[in-house]
Nanobody, 126 residues
Framework: QVQLVESGGGSVQSGGSLRLSCAAS????????MAWFRQAPGKEREGVAV????????YYVDSVKGRFTISQDNAKTTVYLQMNSLKPEDTAIYYC???????????????????WGQGTQVTVSS
């Protein structure tokens, strides 16, 4: 069993910052691909950022480049999303996702990730 537990969501004003965390436990290994997705009401789930543990390569959707940073701890089992200069359009439920059988490149779609966190709400007010 694999569990992903997220924390760090909340409400901020436009221009503010939040840091999301996602801790993995269970049958996991350090060779993995971990990601953050988000889903706003009435919209499809969108890949926001991805990190490949074997290379520390990171990938971002264009709308967050320069504002969000994805990173992992040294054990490669916790992933973070530092979100700066937040905008109202960043409002969504943010989900952590992981694949512990493969590395990754680019922004894989949701079907590439068998494990998901419960989601954490991020609300940005103008």
């Amino acid at each position: 069993q694999v569990q992903l537990v997220e924390s760090g969501g909340g409400s901020v004003q436009s221009g503010g910052s939040l840091r999301l965390s996602c801790a993995a436990s269970g049958y996991i290994n350090s060779r993995n691909c971990m990601a953050w997705f988000r889903q706003a009401p009435g919209k499809e789930r969108e890949g926001v950022a991805v990190i490949a543990s074997t290379s520390d390569s990171t990938y971002y959707v264009d709308s967050v480049k320069g504002r969000f940073t994805i990173s992992q701890d040294n054990a490669k089992t916790t992933v973070y999303l530092q979100m700066n200069s937040l905008k109202p359009e960043d409002t969504a439920i943010y989900y952590c996702a992981a694949n512990f059988r493969a590395s990754c490149s680019g922004l894989p779609g949701p079907k590439s990730f068998p494990y998901w966190g419960q989601g954490t709400q991020v609300t940005v007010s103008s």
